[in-house]
C-alpha cells in the first residue's frame, strides 16, 4: 500500500470523526487502526503489577497503607493509557464488546501469588464493563466498572471516562475509592494518535486519607509528556504527608518533605503476563475467542472480512435482543449485578465530600447511574454458583442462545 492511499485513508477518517455523535462505538475506522483487543481485555491494566497490587496489605501503619494504593495506583497509568503504544502514536481503536462478553484470567506471582481477574460487557448501550480483581492470600480486591463519553473538537477526542474503581484490604476492612481520569487523544491529525490525561484522580480511603493526583501533561518546565504531581493528605489537617511527581509513563519519586523516600521506574519493573485458557478451552463467551475470525481479517488487513465477521456477532446480538423483548425477558449478567445503591461507595463519597471542604478540594460526586446503566457490584453468590457448578445449566443455556443467534 502506497504511502499516499494511507494519507487519503486517514484524512477521510479524521474528517468522519469530526461529525462523529460520542458513541465511540459508532464510529468507523480504517483497518490499519483497528485493534483485535476488546476493550473488556482493559480491564487486565489494573494488575500487570500484582506485587504493588497487594503489597498495602502488607502494611501496618494506615499512612504507609494509604501510600502504597496511590503507588500502586501510579504504576498502572502506562498500562492502562499507553501500553497499547510503545510506538508513540501508534493507539488504536479497540473492539466494541457485546453484551455478556468476558474476558477471563489470572497473573501468577511468585511474591503475590495467584490474582485472579473476571471482566464482563454488564451493558451494551451505553458501553460499560465491569470486571473484579481477587488476590484470596492477601486479601486484595478491586472492583469497579466503567463507560466512556466521547466528544469531539478542535482536532482531538475527548474522553469522559463514567463508572468507578473501588480497592478492598480485608486485614484492616479498608476501602479506597479510586475516580477515573479524563483524557484526550493527541496526534490526530498526523496519523499518530496517543493518549493524554487530563485534570485528576481523587483515591479516597475509608481510614481517612485522600489522595489527588493532578495530570499536567506536557510540564511546561520539563517539556515531557504525561506528567503528573500527586499528594496525599489525611483529614483534619492541611499537611501534606507525601509527593509523588514523574512520568506515568516512565518514572515518578516519592517525596516526604524535600526529601526522597521510594522511587518507582517501568524500565525496573517488568509487568506480569496475564494467563488465559487457550482459545479451544475458552467459553465460547470469551473475548478472544468470539472475536478470533475478526482478529485473523484485522490481520488481513481485509476490510470487507472485518466487515463480514463483525456483522456475524452484531447481528446475532441484536436477534437476542429482540427475542428478549419479545418473551420480557433480560440478559443475565454471569458474575455481576446492578444495585440500586452501593452503601461502601456511599460511605466513601460522603467522606470526601467532608474532607473536601477541610483540604479546599472539589468535592467527589458520583456519575449519573443511568450513564452507565447502572451501579455494577461483582455478586458473590453468581460467582459461587459459577465455581461450584450449580449454574452450569444456566450459563450452557446462554451459550447455546448465543451460538443460534449466530447460526443463521
Ligand atoms: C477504557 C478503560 C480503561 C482505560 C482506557 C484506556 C484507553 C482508552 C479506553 C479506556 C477507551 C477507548 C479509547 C482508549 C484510547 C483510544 C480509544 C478512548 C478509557 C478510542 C476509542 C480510539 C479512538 C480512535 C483513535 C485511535 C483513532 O481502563
Known amino acids: 500500500m502506497g504511502r499516499k492511499k494511507i494519507g487519503t485513508t486517514w484524512t477521510s477518517f479524521v474528517k468522519s470523526i469530526a461529525s462523529f455523535n460520542g458513541d465511540l462505538a459508532s464510529m468507523t475506522a480504517p483497518p490499519f487502526i483497528l485493534s483485535k483487543a476488546s476493550l473488556v481485555e482493559f480491564s487486565a491494566y489494573w494488575t500487570e503489577h500484582p506485587k504493588l497490587f497487594v503489597a498495602p496489605a502488607k502494611e501496618s501503619d494506615p499512612e504507609k497503607r494509604a501510600l502504597a494504593v496511590l503507588k500502586w495506583f501510579l504504576s498502572t497509568l502506562k498500562q492502562q493509557y499507553s501500553s497499547r503504544n510503545e510506538k508513540l502514536g501508534s493507539e488504536k481503536k479497540p473492539l466494541n464488546p457485546f453484551l455478556g462478553e468476558l474476558f477471563l484470567g489470572h497473573w501468577d506471582d511468585p511474591e503475590a501469588g495467584k490474582t485472579e481477574l473476571i471482566s464482563e460487557q454488564v451493558s451494551h448501550h451505553p458501553p460499560v464493563t465491569a470486571y473484579s480483581i481477587i488476590n484470596e492470600k492477601h486479601g486484595v480486591k478491586l472492583q469497579g466498572y466503567n463507560g466512556q463519553k466521547a466528544s469531539f473538537a478542535s482536532m482531538t477526542i475527548n474522553v469522559k471516562q463514567v463508572g468507578l474503581a473501588r480497592l478492598h484490604i480485608d486485614a484492616y476492612d479498608e476501602d479506597y475509592l479510586i475516580t477515573l481520569p479524563t483524557l484526550h487523544i493527541e496526534g490526530l491529525v498526523y496519523g499518530t494518535p496517543y493518549v493524554e490525561l487530563e ?175 447502572g451501579i455494577w457490584l461483582f455478586d458473590e453468590k453468581k460467582y459461587e454458583g459459577v465455581k461450584s457448578g450449580t449454574r452450569e445449566e444456566e450459563l450452557k443455556a446462554a451459550v447455546e442462545k448465543v451460538e443460534a443467534a449466530t447460526a443463521h
Not at 507525601?242 to 517525596?255: A, E, H, P
Not at 475470525?293 to 484485522?298: G, T
Not at 481485509?302 to 456477532?313: C, F, H, L, T, W
Not at 461507595?345 to 452507565?372: C, E, F, I, R, W
Request: hydrophobic residues 30%; glycine residues 6%.
Open 199 to 373: 485534570k485528576s484522580t481523587i483515591i479516597q480511603s475509608s481510614s481517612g486519607y485522600f489522595a489527588k493526583i493532578e495530570y499536567t501533561g506536557k510540564g511546561w518546565v520539563s517539556g515531557k509528556k504525561n506528567c503528573f504531581n500527586a499528594t496525599l493528605q489525611k483529614v483534619g489537617s492541611k499537611d501534606i504527608l507525601y509527593t509523588i511527581s514523574g512520568q506515568w509513563t516512565d518514572s515518578f519519586t516519592v517525596k516526604k518533605g524535600k526529601t526522597e523516600v521510594d522511587s518507582f521506574s517501568h524500565k525496573n519493573n517488568p509487568t506480569t503476563p496475564l494467563t488465559l485458557k487457550p482459545i479451544e478451552e475458552q467459553d465460547p463467551l470469551e473475548s478472544r475467542r468470539a472475536w478470533a475470525k475478526v482478529a485473523v481479517a484485522i490481520d488481513k488487513g481485509d476490510y470487507e472480512e472485518i466487515g463480514m465477521e463483525k456483522s456475524k456477532i452484531e447481528n446475532a446480538q441484536r436477534e437476542l435482543r429482540k427475542k428478549e423483548k419479545e418473551e420480557g425477558k433480560t440478559w443475565e449478567r454471569r458474575y455481576f449485578s446492578s444495585v440500586e445503591k452501593d452503601s461502601a461507595t456511599g460511605k466513601l463519597l460522603d467522606l470526601a465530600a467532608k474532607y473536601s471542604v477541610s483540604l479546599g478540594v472539589p468535592a467527589v460526586t458520583l456519575d449519573d447511574p443511568s450513564k452507565t446503566n
